[in-house]
T-cell receptor, first 117, second 112 residues
Framework: GAVVSQHPSRVICKSGTSVKIECRSL??????MFWYRQFPKQSLMLMAT?????????EQGVEKDKFLINHASLTLSTLTVTSAHPEDSSFYIC?????????????FGQGTRLTVV | DAKTTQPPSMDCAEGRAANLPCNHS???????VYWYRQIHSQGPQYIIH???NNETNEMASLIITEDRKSSTLILPHATLRDTAVYYCIVRPLGGSNYKLTFGKGTLLTVNP
């Protein structure tokens, strides 16, 4: 399989501050990365699709100005939660797909637990 | 993505085979069946995928019915580390939309 690494794995921040989460594909290039959010006892919900070198595509109901996504290289995508509030506390997970049409399975990071106090 | 239906929970004894069912009666001809699992507080892990033929890899086997309206993921010798939520997802193999839509999955608990 392929390795996707997220950093940090846990973060606690104060309400009103911004937090950046990194997602790296360690041993492959990823043209497309995905960001999910998971609340306790719920399933993963897709937030946005991140394409290298272009703007992210956000799912309905996800505020693009609050959740800033940057995919500046084929191995790195970042999610910045701006002006975080307690309701943004969640488990954020990224996934990456290997470049090329024959590669279809997605590989997931270990997730980032965000707590806003 | 086509809708899938899975039982919310299942139990299995350690060392026995775990058979996880999934119904996908509205699956389209170009849609594949994917299985992922999520161990508590970790990111999901890819297990296997298939179109219409049965598939096997080092983790599991996937049995798809002839009409493709349902499938079963088989873990041949379940261990305690296989306790996780298992997600069955159907989506097209090709095209530009590679996103996965997760349902509620099945919580498999492997008991000693």
């Amino acid at each position: 399989g392929a390795v996707v690494s997220q950093h940090p794995s846990r973060v606690i921040c104060k309400s009103g501050t911004s937090v950046k989460i990194e997602c790296r594909s360690l041993d492959f290039q990823a043209t497309t990365m995905f960001w999910y959010r998971q609340f306790p006892k719920q399933s993963l919900m897709l937030m946005a699709t991140s394409n290298e070198g272009s703007k992210a595509t956000y799912e309905q109901g996800v505020e693009k100005d609050k959740f800033l996504i940057n995919h500046a290289s084929l191995t790195l995508s970042t999610l910045t939660v701006t002006s975080a509030h307690p309701e943004d506390s969640s488990f954020y997970i990224c996934s990456a797909k290997k470049s090329g049409p024959s590669n279809t399975e997605a590989f997931f990071g270990q997730g980032t637990r965000l707590t806003v106090v | 993505d086509a809708k899938t239906t899975q039982p919310p929970s299942m139990d299995c004894a350690e060392g026995r085979a775990a058979n996880l069912p999934c119904n996908h009666s509205t699956i389209s001809g170009n849609e594949y069946v994917y299985w992922y699992r999520q161990i508590h507080s970790q990111g999901p892990q890819y297990i296997i995928h298939g179109l219409k033929n049965n598939e096997t890899n080092e983790m599991a086997s996937l049995i798809i019915t002839e009409d493709r309206k349902s499938s079963t993921l088989i873990l041949p010798h379940a261990t305690l580390r296989d306790t996780a939520v298992y997600y069955c997802i159907v989506r097209p193999l090709g095209g530009s939309n590679y996103k996965l839509t997760f349902g509620k999955g099945t919580l498999l608990t492997v008991n000693p």
